[in-house]
Structure formats: structure tokens, C-alpha cells
């Protein structure tokens, strides 16, 4: 064998071996991906399924406060559902702080999503609307509904908040809702204090 074909050959060896060594890494992040997210999956969709429920909600508010000229912005209401959200998050063993900066996101998306209507609605000088639903007696029960299956839910994502692939699992499918949402900012906004865990 001449010396170039010996170099070429050398060199092919050498290549192999970063291949095969890069092969393996790559399978045991896939496996390791693929073990973490198993368990973690169902409780990520089941949170953003939650969350998504929660927001599409808003649009009832936005009529009910359009008939009645309500303001959007409740202060009182938002402290009444965190006094219950840090209770039940002490209770169910979740961090209240997490808690606490999670359903200030579900209020803040709500908001948006009650402002970019009303400015619709504005702008198509839209008249009152027949039978709005009644938010002190059918809205708020709803939502009041929710918050202790979104802090259960909380629960089940705390445990497996520190793994990476649950973190990148619940990044895919977070941009995955997102892209897919009518009111996909209010949506990024609702998911933000989970995203940045
Ligand atoms: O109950 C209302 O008035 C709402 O607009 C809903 C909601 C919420 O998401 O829970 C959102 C904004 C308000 O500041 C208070 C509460």
C-alpha cells in the first residue's frame, strides 16, 4: 500500500471513530430523552390542555363585561383567587411562589384576550349582546372549577420540573399549543412562569 492510500485509510479509521462515538452519544440522549419524557409527557399535555381550557373562557368574560361595562381589570378578584391558590398550593405541597406567578399569567392572558376583543368589538360598533353569559353565576364558578385541578397539575409537573427532557418536552409542546391557539400571545403570556422553570 503507498503512503497516500495508508494516509487515506488512516484518516477513514479516525473519521469512524467520531462517528460511531457520535452515534452513541446521539442514542443515549435520545434514550435517555425518550425515558424522561414517557412518564413527564402526560402531565405536561394534561397542564397545557388545562391552561387552554382556562383561557378559552375569556372570550365569555369579554361578552358578559361587554354588556355590562365591567371593568377587565378586577384587582379584588385576582387576591381573592391567589389567597385560595397559596391555601391549596401549601396544601397539595406545591411552591407558592411558582403557584402564585403561574395564575397571575392565567389572569394577564385572560386580560389580553378581554382587551383584544373589546378593541374588535369597538371598532365594529358591536351592539350588546343577546343572552351574555352571567359571569358572577355561571363565569367565575367555571374558573373557580379549574383552579384546584390546575394546582394538582402543578403538583405532577413539579416532580419532574428539574429534568431536561421534561423541560423540552413541555417547550415543544408549549410552541406547539401556541402556534395552534387563536390567541396565541395570550397563550405564551399563560404559559411564560412555566417555560422559564
Ligand atoms: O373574573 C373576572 O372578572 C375576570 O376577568 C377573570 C379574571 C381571571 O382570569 O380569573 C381575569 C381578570 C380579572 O382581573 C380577574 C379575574
Known sequence: MNRALLGAGRLGLRHLGWITAGLLISGFVVAADQQASDEARETVDGLIAQVEQRLSIAPDVAMAKWNSEAPINVPEREAQILKRVVEEAQHQGVDHQLARAFFQDQFDASKAVQKQLHQQWQKESQPPFDNPPNLANDIRPQ??????????SLSEFQT?????????????????????????????????SLRDE
Open 160 to 192: 419532574f420540573e428539574s429534568e431536561s427532557a421534561a423541560q423540552q418536552y413541555l417547550e415543544e409542546s408549549a410552541a406547539r399549543a401556541v402556534a395552534n391557539n387563536e390567541y396565541a400571545e395570550a397563550l405564551e403570556i399563560a404559559l411564560s
Open 143 to 152: 374558573l373557580d372549577t379549574l383552579t384546584p385541578q390546575l394546582i394538582q
